[in-house]
């Protein structure tokens, strides 16, 4: 294991321990903007490492399928070698962020209905909505497959949103990422407060990467606080 494959903004990806699998180490860079604005924060592997591994060990209790097959160490995941799917799913709850923008929404509005986006999985492209038939026109994804990412997507949303809810926070939206394994399709990726927007129940203070986005500061202790909530959950 460990011989490098690639190394992206936030992970790198390692040769596992066989052909069929992959080593997944988190990393403490900070980005935003594709990339436009970086910085390292010193533990922030480690609290993204815990937190998104204590949520896919609860998926998997209900159901949800993915890549992880075991925690290796504090910021390493060994999981399956998957077909990434290159197609980015953001499921929103709340109204934030480039959503309220786009559409004059105000921030923190709660969301008639749980919203769906689709964005191609590309940072040479500045990761671009696409919709489904567009997904489905160029082959990124079967009508099938993306029916069945759809489908999961919206009950992963269902048992997160139940999960943030016992620990005091509401789950504003999030990034989902499935990939191709053994003819299913699996999650993928990671679920931490690099990827969901995360706000208190109470408060609604950021408990996620807007926190670095906007320069609000105390980037990590937010994220400490997600992970100790979790762990009292």
């Known amino acids: ?17 066989d052909e069929s699998t992959l080593l997944i180490r ?18 922030k592997a480690q609290l993204n490492a815990a937190i998104s591994n204590i949520i896919f060990n609860y998926l998997a209790q209900h159901g949800i399928q993915s ?3 075991e925690v290796i160490d504090k910021t390493s995941v060994l999981v ?18 480039s959503f309220s923008k786009k559409f ?27 919709n489904e038939s567009q997904i489905t026109a160029i082959g990124l994804a079967q ?34 990422e499935f990939g191709r394994c053994g003819g299913q399709i699996i999650l993928c990726d990671e679920i931490s407060p690099d990827s969901c927007r995360l706000w208190d129940s109470e408060t ?3 408990l996620d990467k807007d926190r670095f986005r906007l320069d609000l500061g105390n980037v990590l202790d937010a994220y400490r606080e997600v992970l100790g909530r979790l762990q009292n959950v």
Do not use: W
């Open 26 to 43: 988190f990393k403490d860079s900070a980005t935003a903007f594709n990339g436009e604005k970086k910085a390292e924060l010193p533990g």
């Open 204 to 206: 609604e203070k950021k």
């Open 80 to 97: 399956k070698k998957a077909d990434i799917i290159m197609v980015e799913i953001i499921v929103r709850n709340i109204a934030a962020g």
């Open 143 to 176: 009508p099938q497959e993306l029916a069945e990412m759809i489908q999961q997507s919206l009950k992963i949303n269902d048992l997160l949103y139940a999960l943030f809810a016992k620990a005091g926070i509401k789950l504003v939206d999030f990034k989902l």
């Open 1 to 17: 294991m460990d011989d490098v494959l690639y190394e992206g903004k936030s992970k790198i990806v390692c040769t596992g321990r």
């Open 67 to 69: 890549h992880v097959i």
């Open 104 to 130: 004059g929404i105000a921030e923190g509005t709660v969301l008639h209905n749980t919203a769906i986006e689709f964005c191609i999985k590309s940072d040479d492209l500045g990761d671009p909505m696409i």
